[in-house]
């Protein structure tokens, strides 16, 4: 679960080097799928993973829209404050922990019951799904988008073959 | 891992039904982006999943181009025949194969190094990758895409709690 976790963060600051290149029109521009933006986007990963861990822990969610972070600077911002608890969470998980369960109420009053090695692999693909539609965007703008690869991060140390 | 892999084949399935209802024009359609198409996406999916692991065990790939399947049909029965192998290999998989190293000569004759637990993960990534693109061109037809959710789908029987 961590090699994902370091995987994802590697990539989102890719991303976010990515976006320096662009105008804060593109960044904010309107888009067809996804959440519509690329800023907003990488927002949303941040506020997802963070939302998640956060339930996790049975602490409360965070309720802010994209609306007050309309800049990169702010989104790093935010991402930067959330990641400190996540970080600990992930180097804190262990196979143990996999069939918790979690149950929520949601607004109907109906119960949901998740469970937490879903949860956590539900927050990493979440992140690998959005940043794949950035990819189709940046080819929309013609700038070529941040490699999907895994490999080549150092994530993992060779063994002796 | 198996989780993972799962997961993916889940989500396959579902992405071949929704392309059921689309006009072979549109499954076909050139776009921007990724592999440039809904059903090339698809093909480049099950072919690189299927060649990974073929590599991971020391076999030759698989060496056709995508211009011999332009039909949902030959797509998921390629995928078909491709998936007892990667299902086999995806079920033995252990913690002790992580920091296996794999060595591949490059066609300009240098030498990569791959370690298999980075090359299992970029697999699982990849499709995620490609299938959040796919949700994007969704849109732009004006159709709901399918589910990005890790869960929901039984993945992990959740324990007492």
């Known amino acids: 679960m961590q090699i994902w ?10 991303w976010y080097d990515w976006c320096e290149e662009l105008s804060e029109e593109e960044l904010l ?9 690329i800023l907003h986007t990488l927002f949303h ?3 997802v993973e963070w939302s998640w861990i956060r339930a996790l822990q049975g602490k ?3 309720q802010e829209s994209f609306d007050g972070y309309r800049s990169l600077e702010k ?15 992930v180097a804190a998980w262990n196979d143990g922990m996999e069939a ?7 607004p109907d009053g109906s119960a949901a019951v998740f469970v937490w090695g879903e949860i956590m692999r539900h927050t990493i693909a979440h992140q690998i799904h959005h940043l794949g539609q950035l990819s189709i965007w ?11 690869n ?3 991060k150092g994530l993992i140390q060779p063994g002796d073959a």
């Open 5 to 14: 976790f370091r995987h994802n963060w590697i990539v989102r600051e890719q």
């Open 29 to 37: 521009r309107q888009r067809t799928g996804g959440v519509g933006g």
């Open 45 to 47: 990963v941040a506020d």
């Open 60 to 62: 409360p969610d965070f």
């Open 75 to 89: 989104v790093k911002r935010l991402d930067r404050d959330f990641r400190p608890e996540v970080e600990q969470f």
């Open 100 to 106: 918790r369960v979690l149950r929520e109420i949601r």
């Open 138 to 148: 940046a080819r929309e703008i013609g700038k070529k988008p941040v490699s999907a």
């Open 150 to 152: 895994v490999f080549g």
